[in-house]
């Protein structure tokens, strides 16, 4: 263990050096801090690196350039980078029991398109990529990329909608993925909520994908990964998962048999920070057939490898190999079904009506409130939360009818099952309390909301107040 005050030279030593020659930028780091020990960090996608995790991306690993894999470089000179590559990658294969894992994805999107063109390249006879007149992306128009996928196979993506809980990166217009594929979706029971897998059964034998995926970023409940792969394997479809979410419910044994999606999957994507509380980047874990493919990620699709986060991500999957993770990784899951009950008894409307992993999906509609308003005045008051689609939402992407909160943040602070019920009454409390607004010509806005800052502000006491007794980063400070 590090002495006492080790981490705290380090960070104060590291500001001193920054602000010497960039002030503010030192300024805008020590704020962050500040900011982030105040506040009731409830975005499910957000966590608390280690500060092992933190100082090994500011190195000199940050200066080479690596392109290539482990003992196969374009650069002379990498054989640190070796090291670390191998170890975050040997880490990664014995938590999650994979065959093999590629470690250099910048973030979730980058995984999610190395593992795309993986497919593609092992699905796809060459002479058809070579016939494909590929112009600037820009330049395309959807003509050609309809051709395109033509001559490429026809290639086409089932996964998740979006107000269902999906991600743009599985198949959506806004992202790339939706320009490679002919994408379509599946939803959930406009009922119950869940995943129906007889309608996506259904689906995938009237589409006939070539790509099935499944994973979320703001489904409340585990997937049956073992029904997805036999839906997958009926209409000869590889079968993706992006766990990007829930990797560390995953890394920490509470998803597992048909809820872990790596014994089942051809493929898996993943980013390392969120719920796995490493730096902020991506991995793709795979078998043997699809290891080669893979490997050509960079540079296939990424850029030069970030070796200084590689180096994180060694640092981050050690530490997830601990057994204490074990218990994190459930406490995670123990606090998002406290928040979820405790909300449910102040009469909030959840999807799904409650959760089975780490996050918590609010339908504000109940509140008259639309997500932007809800995520505002949420704000305001102390509590950090992101607006969020529902299923069938009126209000579209933008403006969203819901609010995603999640546990992984708060639950690394060290707070409870009694706290989660204290933070349910300030949501509560604040949504209750907040009415829509109106735009100067007296119609209702959707944007515009009406809260007490005298509210707003008792609440964000009692928010600071309650993470008191949990403070974060206790090892460090700056002054």
């Known amino acids: 263990m590090p002495s006492p005050n080790a981490e705290s030279t380090a960070f104060r030593s590291a500001l001193e050096v920054i602000r010497a020659v960039e002030p503010r930028v030192a300024d805008a780091i020590g704020a ?15 966590n608390y690196a280690s500060p092992a995790t933190l100082l090994a991306m500011g190195n000199w690993f940050s200066d080479k350039y690596a392109e290539g894999t482990v003992g196969r470089r374009f650069y002379a000179g990498c054989q640190n980078v070796d090291t670390v590559e191998a170890l975050a990658a040997e880490h990664a294969k014995e938590l999650f029991g994979a065959a093999h894992a590629y470690v250099q994805p910048h973030s979730g999107i980058d995984a999610n398109l190395v593992a795309f063109w993986a497919v593609l390249a092992d699905r796809v006879e060459a002479p058809a990529l070579k016939k494909a007149q590929v112009r600037q992306v820009n330049d395309l128009t959807e003509q050609d990329w309809f051709t395109l996928r033509r001559e490429l ?6 996964g998740m909608s979006l107000d269902a809980g999906g991600h743009l990166t599985h198949g959506f217009r806004p992202n790339i993925s939706g320009k490679m594929f002919d994408q379509r979706s599946y939803g959930t029971d406009p009922v119950t909520g869940l995943v129906d ?22 489904y409340p409940r585990k997937v049956n990964f073992r029904i997805m792969r036999e839906i997958a394997d009926s209409v000869g479809a590889t079968f993706m998962v992006d766990m990007a979410h829930f990797a560390g419910l995953v890394a920490g044994k509470v998803f597992t048999g048909d809820f872990d999606p790596v014994p089942h999957a051809h493929i898996v994507t993943t980013t390392t920070h969120k719920s796995l509380r490493g730096p902020r980047g991506g991995m793709v874990l795979c078998g043997p057939e699809l290891a080669d493919q893979v490997d050509r990620g960079c540079p296939m699709v990424l850029g030069g490898p970030l070796p200084h986060v590689m180096a994180a991500k060694a640092v981050a999957l050690a530490e997830a190999r601990r057994p204490d993770f074990a218990g994190y990784a459930q406490r995670v899951v123990d ?24 996050l918590v999906l609010i339908d504000v509609a109940g509140y008259g409130l639309t997500g932007r308003q809800a995520e505002q005045a949420l704000l305001d008051s102390g509590i950090v939360t992101n607006r969020n689609s529902v299923p069938q939402d009126p209000n579209g992407a933008w403006y969203t009818s819901g609010i995603r909160i999640g546990t992984p943040a708060l639950t690394t602070r060290g707070l409870g099952v009694a706290e989660m019920d204290a933070t349910a009454e300030l949501i509560h409390t604040v949504l209750g309390r907040t009415t829509p607004g109106s735009n100067a010509d007296g119609t209702p806005s959707k944007a515009k909301y009406v809260l007490d800052p005298a509210l ?3 609440v964000s006491r009692q928010a600071t107040d309650l993470l008191s007794a949990f403070p974060l980063y206790p090892s460090i400070t700056l002054a």
Request: hydrophobic fraction near 40%; aromatic fraction near 4%; charged fraction near 30%.
């Open 197 to 218: 897998y007889d309608k996506v059964a259904e689906a995938a034998r009237e589409f006939k994908p070539m790509i099935l995926v499944a994973g979320y970023s703001a």
């Open 153 to 158: 196979g026809n290639q086409r993506m089932l």
């Open 32 to 46: 962050e801090l500040a900011d982030q020990r105040e506040s009731l960090k409830l975005i499910a996608s957000e």
């Open 335 to 358: 606090n998002a079904q406290a928040l979820a009950e405790g909300l449910l008894r102040r009469g909030a409307k959840l999807v799904t009506g409650g959760t089975d992993n780490h």
């Open 456 to 458: 707003a502000d008792k």
